[in-house]
């Protein structure tokens, strides 16, 4: 069983930054590909990023050039540093566990929310 608990959402102006972190707890972080997804008020959950084991990373086109994703085993941390940002990233933001072997491992967290408005 993993843990996973988001942090680092808000209210920021279109243009500005956003950085989001989530601390895994439970399990071996290091066994597990990291991700964010968001999901939009009557829209589906998407996948934003990924990032494997060995650093490996995955974006959506609408992010990418814009957020980075980023994994520290030693503390089991996975942060998504977010700029540029737009009104429509705006969105409850989850981060996602997935083990490498045994994939029906997959946990979620609460989720944080990202607000981009003027």
């Known amino acids: 069983q993993v843990q996973l608990v988001e942090s680092g959402g808000g209210l920021v102006q279109p243009g500005g930054s956003l950085r989001l972190s989530c601390a895994a707890s439970?399990?071996?972080?290091?066994?597990?590909?990291m991700g964010w997804y968001r999901q939009a008020p009557g829209k589906q959950r998407e996948l934003v990023t990924t990032i494997t084991t060995s650093g490996r990373t995955n974006y959506a086109d609408s992010v990418k050039g814009r957020f980075t994703i980023s994994r520290d085993n030693a503390k089991a941390l996975v942060s998504l540093q977010m700029n540029s940002l737009k009104p429509e990233d705006t969105a409850v933001y989850y981060c996602?566990?997935?083990?490498?072997?045994?994939?029906?491992?997959?946990?979620w967290g609460q989720g944080t929310q990202v607000t981009v408005s003027s």
């Open positions: 439970g399990s071996i972080f290091s066994l597990y590909t």
């Open positions: 996602n566990a997935v083990h490498i072997v045994e994939r029906n491992r997959n946990y």
